[in-house]
């Protein structure tokens, strides 16, 4: 063995200490019998899966207002739950119309069949392949969810995507299905002059080379499940059930009354906006309150 001086010890053994404290701690395996989702966490020179230790208890009851959606993207679920043929979805609207939810509620329902979540966010999806192979050999089925995307044209994620989507390089395994959240139909932003420039073939008019480059992503998804705000009586009807669930956890009951629905309906001209999220949040705000008043506690 070489014979080192002392001081190149000391310098050596100094490289390796700055070396491994930018190295990240090592995590063991998931054990998927036991996990239910997992995070793709970047790390410094790679990346890896991290449990995710608490899950979101929303189940698919609990959904208000989403029947149809429901029901289509259950199907397709169960669909790949059982190694039927299935599709990627793409589920878009209006903010906090429930699209991440149904996800959750998905997981908690189809859980015990061998259903698993991935979440992974756009600044990682040049990981996908990594993500692939963590979890090609396991004998459960994956759902890999990224919420809330949105891209800029030219972004280099929106083509590594769209392989992913396609079966190219990025090909998912038979045991992965992606779905996506987004508040944009076509995942990019849509301006008037992208309608500029179409052509006329055979007596068609054919979109602009703008359409069609925003349009090859989305159309990868074999599902798009729409997601819309509610009208006044069905973010009513929303509300109604959310406190009577909320109230019977403590075992009382609030009556319905026309002050209440008043007071329902200019939260929701507050909040701008009537979907689930926004009867969720003046149901917790109007339950506890009444709670407290009433001196119930937890």
Known sequence: MMNLKPEVVAQLERVLSSVEMLLPKALPPIDWSTCLAANWRRRSFSGCLEPVKRIDPTTLDQLIGLEEQKEILLHNTLQFVEGLPANNALLWGARGTGKSALVRALLNELA?????????????????????????????????????????????????????LDGSVYCAPDNVLIYVTSNRRFLLPELGSDY???????????????????????????LWIPFHVFNQDRYLEAV????????????????WTKELEKIAIKWSHDKSKR?????LQFSKHYVGRYLLEKGIKA
């Not at 979540?117 to 459960?140: G, H, N, R, T, W």
């Not at 500029?196 to 074999?222: H, I």
């Not at 979907?275 to 009867?279: I, K, L, N, P, Q």
């Open 275 to 279: 979907c689930g999220r926004t009867a």
């Open 196 to 222: 500029l420039g179409g052509k006329y073939v055979k007596g068609e008019l054919q979109p602009s080379e703008t359409q069609e480059e925003k349009g090859s992503l989305p159309d990868r998804f074999g």
């Open 112 to 164: 015990p069949r061998g259903l698993r979540l991935i979440q992974i966010e756009k600044e990682d999806l040049d990981s996908l392949s990594e993500v692939f192979a963590a979890v090609a050999d396991q004998p459960y089925r994956f759902i890999l969810l990224c919420d809330d995307l949105s891209f800029e044209l030219g972004e280099k994620s929106f083509k590594i995507l769209k392989s992913a």
């Open 240 to 255: 109604r059930l959310c406190i009577q669930r909320l109230a019977g956890q403590y075992g009382i009951d609030i009556p």
